[in-house]
Each structure stands twice: as C-alpha cells, then as structure tokens.
C-alpha cells in the first residue's frame, strides 16, 4: 500500500547542507505533521519528497517505489501531490482554469468532470467563484483553489506547506476542516506548519524538526505533552 519512507536522508543546496539523516513514515491515510522553527528544513523535507530537491544520501521509498531517481513530472502520478508555501497559482487564469491544470497529466475528460465536482463539493466558495482570475480571490480562496488543484491528480498522498500562512482565524478553520474530510476519504496528509498547536491538533502523528534534523517525533498527544514542546512551539 501507500506508504511513505524516508531513510536517513540528507540533503543540501549547494554546499550547504538542510537535511541530516531524516527518517521520517507516513503510513497510508495518516495525517502527519512536521513542525518546528523557520529554517528547520520543513520545506525542505516536502521538496524532497516531490522531487524538487534531491537527496544526496538516503532511501526515499513510495508504495515500494524509490522516489529518489523519480523526475518531479511524474511523482505527481506515483499518487503524491505538492501544494507549495504561497500556493503558486496561474493567477491570470480562472478558478476552474487553475483546478483543470491539477488535472493536466490525465486526458480522460469525464474523469475530470468528476474531480471537478468534487473539489466544489469540498469548497463550495470556488463553485461560486469558478470564473474568477485566481490572482484576485483573498488569501483564503487562494488556499482553496491551491488545495483543490492538488486533489484533481487523484493523490493518496497531499503535502501541504503553511496552509494556515496569512489566513483568518474563521478561513483556516474551514480550511482546516476540509483537510480533515480530505484525510476521512482515506488520503495521507503530510502537513507542515508554523503553528504548532494547529498542526498537532489536526495530526495523528508528529515530528519536531531543529536546524535540519529530527528531534522528537510521536503521537500528536504526546508532542503536545511534551514539556519542551509546550514551551518552545506552543507558548505554554
Ligand atoms: P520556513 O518555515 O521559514 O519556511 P522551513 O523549516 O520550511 O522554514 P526550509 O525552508 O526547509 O525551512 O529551509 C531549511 C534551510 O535551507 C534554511 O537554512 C534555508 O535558509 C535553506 N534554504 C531553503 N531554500 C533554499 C534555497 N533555495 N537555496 C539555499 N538555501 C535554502
């Protein structure tokens, strides 16, 4: 089945180095997630995982597949889909342009009516908003339609970078929400978040990250019981 391992990766850019010896699991339909500081490697770790940064030593293993000689193109059809830090819209082209172009590597066009309708039953607000030019929606429809994107390929398994970053309170809430529905249908979620008490809120599992490496990793209760967690990422 679908499951994810890293095994002591390391990786860098240029000759700085941002992961060391990362062992990370996300078994199938799990809601992982990975918290820590700014510059922990975070980000770093999804890249990985997509393909975006290779790792210079290390087994990155999917479904029995090794992710690591995978070109970036083509995770997205081993079942992985990315939703970047800034959701990266085509913010010139509609909603439902946008949502189409997570579609682009099938060409099955009923499937994609499917899809379609089962992102605007997730978020109704982009089916109010289908002919809309992206880059014109608030931050928490952005989010929305850069979910929504990432769900029309199908993925078994959803790497979502900040998506709390810049939202409202109420917006993060239904975002939030959603992400939960997504993960019910039986979809891994691989989330990191600056917010560490939201993030191990919605996990099942977690892992800490310092300056490139794993720290602490366990259930989501037990991190959030953690007395050095409880001071030093939730403020308690
Ligand atoms: P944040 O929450 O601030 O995004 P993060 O935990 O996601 O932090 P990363 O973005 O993975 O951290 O960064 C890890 C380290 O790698 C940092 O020291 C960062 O400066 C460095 N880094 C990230 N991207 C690049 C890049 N494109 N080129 C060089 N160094 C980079």
Request: aromatic residues 6%.
């Amino acid at each position: 089945m679908s499951r994810l391992e890293l095994s002591r990766v390391s990786a860098f850019y240029g000759d700085a180095q941002a992961l060391f010896d990362i062992d990370l699991v996300v078994e199938p339909g799990e809601i992982v997630a990975i918290i820590g500081s700014n510059g922990a490697g975070k980000t770093t770790v999804l890249r990985t995982i997509s393909g975006l940064v290779r790792p210079r030593e290390g087994s990155l293993q999917y479904d029995g597949r090794d992710l690591a000689s995978t070109h970036p193109w083509s995770v997205v059809s081993h079942g992985i889909a990315h939703v970047p830090e800034g959701r990266r819209l085509f913010r010139d082209m509609s909603v439902q342009e946008n949502l189409m172009m997570g579609a682009y590597h099938r060409n099955n066009a009923a499937d994609g009516k499917v899809d379609l309708d089962r992102v605007y039953t997730l978020f109704p607000r982009l089916a109010e908003r289908r002919d809309q030019l992206a880059g014109t929606m608030s931050g928490g429809e952005q989010q929305m339609a850069a979910i929504g994107r990432a769900l029309m390929a199908r993925p078994r398994l959803l790497l979502l970078d900040e998506p709390s970053l810049g939202l409202a309170p109420k917006i993060i809430e239904t975002v939030f929400k959603t992400i939960r529905e997504i993960n019910s249908e039986g979809v891994g979620i691989v989330l990191v978040e600056q917010s560490a008490q939201l993030a191990l809120e919605t996990a099942q599992r977690a892992y800490l990250m310092e300056n490139g490496r794993i720290v602490k990793t366990g259930s989501a209760s037990d991190l959030m019981n953690d007395d050095a967690v409880r001071e030093a990422y939730l403020g308690l």
